[in-house]
């Protein structure tokens, strides 16, 4: 490695000097099926341990996955509702009577009759704006932007930007044939002496 190439300390709880408001998600996650890659940023507007408090329904029984790439950002107030939401809903009523026990109990599902979305699945290099609601399941894809306010109920393609709700596409960032250049560079995947050399080159307009 070039002795006179530096970068910021991918686990540094804190990476900005006197400000604690934005941290490196990695380093403050205690949940072990939440998977953050490095360099992903969360940035709150109190304290960044709402970031766990805002992951909801997320039970150890279930055993789904909220799984986050590398380099994203991460804005104030964006909810994660995971399995745990959700309800058997064929029936006559969707009341879950079976977690109130006593005699309720002989209404619990059996096996496979929860609705189950799998993980939830965020890319690399993805931008979740404030106030961002993603449902249970849904992946989107790297280089997505999503915005602020928005509830994200499906899978959303690599480089959209997407909005609403329910969200939907609003464009693509790029044409298809740079976008599948894009995806084939893998800049987040070159290793922290590269990514520093290229920096400029990562951030001008394309």
């Known amino acids: 490695m070039n002795e006179n190439t530096h970068f ?3 686990d540094e709880k804190f990476p900005l000097e006197n400000y604690n408001r934005l941290c490196f998600l990695k ?10 890659g490095d360099y992903t940023y969360y940035d709150d507007f109190e304290n960044v341990d709402n970031f766990e408090k805002n992951v ?4 150890d029984f279930i055993g789904d996955k909220l ?3 590398k380099f994203c950002m991460i804005a104030s107030d964006v909810k994660f509702i995971m399995n745990g939401a959700n309800h058997k809903m064929d029936g006559i009523t969707a009341y879950p009577f079976y977690i109130f026990g006593k005699d309720w109990t002989k209404a619990t599902p059996k096996d496979g009759e929860l609705p189950f979305k799998g993980n939830t699945i965020i890319g690399n290099d993805v931008w979740i704006g404030n106030h961002v609601t993603i449902m249970p399941g849904v992946k989107i894809g790297n280089g997505a932007i999503i ?16 909005g609403g709700n329910p969200a939907k596409e609003i464009r693509k960032r790029f044409s298809q044939e740079k976008i599948k250049e894009l995806l084939e560079m893998e ?3 070159w290793d922290l ?4 050399e290229n920096v400029n080159f990562l951030t001008k307009k394309i």
Do not use: L
Request: aromatic residues 12%; proline residues 5%.
């Open 193 to 196: 002496e590269k990514i520093t």
């Open 67 to 69: 799984i986050i790439g």
């Open 187 to 189: 800049w987040w995947n």
């Open 56 to 59: 909801k329904y997320h039970f």
């Open 27 to 36: 380093n403050i996650i205690s949940n072990p099926n939440i998977i953050v």
């Open 8 to 10: 910021p300390d991918k």
């Open 147 to 162: 915005a602020s306010n928005s509830t994200v109920t499906k899978d959303v393609e690599d480089y959209s930007i997407i």
